[in-house]
T-cell receptor, first 119, second 115 residues
Framework: GAVVSQHPSWVICKSGTSVKIECRSL??????MFWYRQFPKQSLMLMAT?????????EQGVEKDKFLINHASLTLSTLTVTSAHPEDSSFYIC???????????????FGDGTRLSIL | AQSVAQPEDQVNVAEGNPLTVKCTYS??????LFWYVQYPNRGLQFLLK??????LVKGSYGFEAEFNKSQTSFHLKKPSALVSDSALYFC?????????????FGRGTSLIVHP
């Protein structure tokens, strides 16, 4: 159980295009979803936290107009990288946490990540 | 503010030998502690967690971790390492009550198991 599906797994596109990444919880309802960025051989950098039906909370230094996050349902969150440039190339990972009274002590369930390469 | 330290960027161990990946934390009050593993080009997989109770926690793939409150540590251990254990390991913490509900991750430790 607790599967998170992230698509696409790999994207290569030209500079200036927008890219949408989907994150779905397949067998549970995710009240909260997290979006991370990971550089080679480095830790996870939390970009934003989204709660279903409300606006995402962005971490300091993350441009909300650049990285659009939508969490319209309890099973789907999307990250759109708008007008992507080579410096946006990275590995993006989503994770989700379920609902319920004890959600706070539950682990996060991660997608397999999206490798974004901007030419 | 809560924080996690993984003091070793890389741990090398021979197959069959015991392994330890270190983690220390700082948090207000009692902690919830987690270990995750990441294989190349994949997301993180949950290994084990400490919430309350027994200080020795057993998890997936033969891994275990010991919660030590006085030393604020939660080291990951395995009695006999496998080559397939080679991966990136992350420790995470959040406060059991109050504070941020968002877990804080360590910088990760690369475990390399040599045949």
């Amino acid at each position: 159980g607790a599967v998170v599906s992230q698509h696409p797994s790999w994207v290569i596109c030209k500079s200036g295009t927008s890219v949408k990444i989907e994150c779905r919880s397949l067998d549970f309802q995710a009240t909260t979803m997290f979006w991370y960025r990971q550089f080679p051989k480095q830790s996870l950098m939390l970009m934003a936290t989204s709660n279903e039906g409300s606006k995402a909370t962005y971490e300091q230094g993350v441009e909300k107009d650049k990285f659009l996050i939508n969490h319209a349902s309890l099973t789907l969150s999307t990250l759109t990288v708008t007008s992507a440039h080579p410096e946006d190339s990275s590995f993006y990972i989503c994770s989700a946490r379920g609902t319920g009274a004890d959600y706070s002590n539950q682990p996060q369930h991660f997608g397999d990540g999206t490798r974004l390469s901007i030419l | 503010a809560q924080s996690v330290a993984q003091p070793e960027d890389q741990v090398n161990v021979a197959e069959g030998n015991p392994l330890t990946v270190k983690c220390t934390y700082s948090v207000s009050g009692n902690p919830y502690l987690f270990w995750y593993v990441q294989y190349p080009n994949r997301g993180l997989q949950f290994l084990l967690k400490y919430i309350t109770g027994d200080n020795l926690v057993k998890g997936s793939y033969g891994f275990e971790a010991e919660f030590n409150k006085s030393q604020t540590s939660f080291h990951l251990k395995k009695p006999s390492a496998l080559v397939s254990d080679s991966a990136l390991y992350f420790c995470a913490v959040r406060a059991a009550s109050g504070g941020s509900y968002i877990p804080t991750f360590g910088r990760g430790t690369s475990l390399i198991v040599h045949p």
